[in-house]
């Protein structure tokens, strides 16, 4: 008899198919009962048929036009039961037994909402990586940048829904303003010290292509936790875009 599933995993894609099979070969690796649905927004390369190359191990899956990143994160811990939950982005990764470690970290930790650990930042262009600046839960930090890697999570069922998942109004910040209110209603959030994931950046990510946008909405995500915007934003922010606006335009020219 199988093993209930332990961990609800939500994989969102959209023409990601050269990253996808890496992403799903990472979670089927991790030691643990999982429920894995993919939710691909009516991807034109190779997407569907690496999906269907591991239908018979997912949970459920589907390929058409959806509400975005957000709507169909929802959608797939929605259709699961496991206690515990988390999306795992298409082009990122897990460590093996990254989900193991998390999972120990909310055992451990039974008035958390949440467990994060450290995760690496892979440079897809020079194939270089480096550390994700990755620290314990403080709100007058948090107020100042999002330190949690997004990959590196794992959230309990019953905090989840008790915040109501994602904001659908958010295409970007969507992440920074879950941790705020799972801070403030579900309960705390446990640091896992060790490297559970991989972050992979390359210049299509929706952080490099809409790094305006990015910071419109974590201003707006900080304003309505935090009761104001601290200072480093306004100064960050012309600087951040203009930097990334520049160094797309150079990689864009040396392609």
Known sequence: MSQAPLITVAVPSFNQGRYLNEALTSIFAQDLPLEVYVLDGGSTDESVEVIEHWSDRLAGWRSHRDAGQSAAINEGIAAGSAPYVCWLNSDDLFMPGGLSTLLNALRGA???SAAYGRAWNFE??????????????REWLFAQFCFISQPATLIRRSAW???GG???ALQMAMDYDLWWRLSKVGGSLCFANAYVAVNREHDETKTNTQRALHYREAMRVVRSHYGRVPLKWWLAQPYAIWYRSLKLRLTSRQT
């Open 110 to 112: 039974p008035d958390a």
């Open 124 to 137: 897809q262009r020079t194939h270089q990586r480096r550390s994700a600046l990755v620290l314990p839960f």
């Open 166 to 168: 994602l904001d659908t």
């Open 161 to 163: 829904q008790a915040v």
